[in-house]
């Protein structure tokens, strides 16, 4: 889910998948743009089952003529270990709490190579799309259900359709392809715990509206 790396977040329905990964795991995906392996997949929860790609193209043979949990039962095997799951430890003690800059920063400064390189990878990404991804995720983990989930991705992703982060994102990234976003802000520290409650704010009779109103909102109507 690279979404961080064009001014964007993980949106429909992708913050309520990472926030309830593992631990921080999650967390580690969504603020890094990081790619899970397969083995990754099933270990946090993306995925059930495992089938080596070299099958592929067998297993979608036989699904055209037989049953999917037949045919799904003779193709999986068991995954090999998941690096991302090994990781775990450093991952959940350095990715806690709220605050986006705080977590680069223990990042930084670990001794863990891979946190090191977590740091420097979240520092390349849209500051405003790391602090708002990171909000989105604790926010998701508490929400009732999809539906609630799916609501905030639109309230987050109409907002940040309004802004510049993500044309200059796709600008850097698919039209110019110069890899050299210019970010504003720049930086996470320039970016206020006011900006990112801006994403949030209800669209009122723009919401998407999948979940069923809060009781004291039936009686407001």
Known sequence: MPEVSIGFFPDVGGT?????????LGTHLGLTGATASGADAIAIGLA???????????????????????????????????????????IDELYAGNDPEAIVERLASSSEPGARDAAETIRSKSPTSVAVTLAALRRAAALPSLEAALDQDYR???????GTE????????????????????????????????????????????????????????
Not at 75 to 80: C, K, M, W
Not at 157 to 162: D, E, F, H, K, N
Not at 194 to 209: S, T, W
Request: aromatic residues 6%; glycine residues 4%.
């Open 48 to 90: 059930d089952h495992f089938v080596p790609s070299e099958r592929l193209a067998e297993l979608a043979t036989a699904l055209e003529s037989r049953d999917a949990d037949e045919v799904v039962a003779a193709f999986a095997i068991e995954p090999p270990a998941s690096e991302l799951m090994a990781q775990r430890p450093w």
């Open 166 to 221: 993500v044309v200059e994102g796709i600008r850097a990234q698919v039209i110019d392809k110069d890899r050299a976003p210019h970010w504003s802000p720049a930086t996470l520290a320039e970016v206020t715990a006011e900006a990112v409650e801006q994403y949030f704010a209800p669209l009122g009779d723009a919401e998407l509206g999948l979940a069923a109103p809060a009781p004291d909102e039936l009686m407001r109507s």
């Open 16 to 24: 309520r998948l990472l926030s309830r990964a593992p631990g921080e």
């Open 156 to 162: 987050i992703a109409t907002r940040m359709s309004q």
